[in-house]
């Protein structure tokens, strides 16, 4: 199985600050990845697939890249709507990785 | 708007079973797959299988083989997930999410509690 890590576990940050996630996979993957964000007591929301693609809606201060193993999550500037916590998922088996919290600083 | 709803909390007691609906809107249902993820409280996301609502062909996770069905009924646009032989720590928030590779949207969760 492809076992999927992200670092850091939490990150504390401010308001208009750069902050990049980063995803590994136990393999190759090629670009089937994708981002979500999810707050407390709701339901996970898509940002990014396929490693790049934005998801219609979600603000471009989002951004995704990479592809094989290694891939990043960055949001250019922190808005305080961000805060929560942001899972990566390998798409083909779906395997999710732990997750990372921004909170602030 | 593409929109799935899902059924209420349940409270269950060790060795039951609990059956959660998803019903969706606002898409041809049988153009997409539907997954289930469940959230223990305070844990990540876990995936639980994947069911085609075009054929019904499923894929679970090998954790929850033999304890897990998934189902479809095309006629009305619902996804259900049976879980068997409940235990303590499958006490999570239940999702179900539409995708075949990237899931959106996802449902407002179910939360399935077990205890004696």
């Known amino acids: 199985d492809i076992q999927m890590t992200q670092s850091p576990s939490s990150v504390s940050a401010s308001v208009g600050d750069r902050v990049t996630i980063t995803c590994r996979a136990s393999?190759?993957?090629?670009?089937?990845l994708a981002w979500y964000q999810q707050k407390p007591g709701k339901a996970p929301k898509l940002l990014i697939y396929a490693a790049s693609s934005l998801q219609s809606g979600v603000p471009s201060r989002f951004s995704g890249s990479g592809s094989g193993t290694d891939f990043t999550l960055t949001i250019s500037s922190l808005q305080p709507e961000d805060f929560a916590t942001y899972y990566c998922q390998q798409a083909n088996s779906f395997t999710f990785g732990p997750g990372t919290k921004v909170d602030i600083k | 708007q593409v929109q799935l709803v899902q059924s209420g909390a349940e409270v269950k007691k060790p060795g039951a079973s609990v059956k959660v609906s998803c019903k969706a809107s606002?898409?041809?249902?049988?153009?997409?797959?539907i997954s289930w993820v469940r959230q223990a409280p305070g844990q990540g996301l876990e995936w639980m299988g994947w069911?085609?609502?075009?054929?019904?062909?499923?894929n679970y996770a090998q954790k929850l083989q033999g304890r897990v069905t998934m189902t479809t009924d095309t006629s009305t646009s619902t996804a259900y997930m049976e879980l068997r032989s409940l235990r303590s720590d499958d006490t999570a928030v239940y999702y179900c999410a539409r995708g075949d590779h990237w899931f959106d949207p996802w449902g407002q969760g179910t939360l399935v509690t077990v205890s004696s």
């Open positions: 069911i085609s609502a075009y054929n019904g062909n499923t």
């Open positions: 393999q190759g993957i090629s670009s089937w």
């Open positions: 606002g898409y041809t249902f049988t153009s997409y797959g």
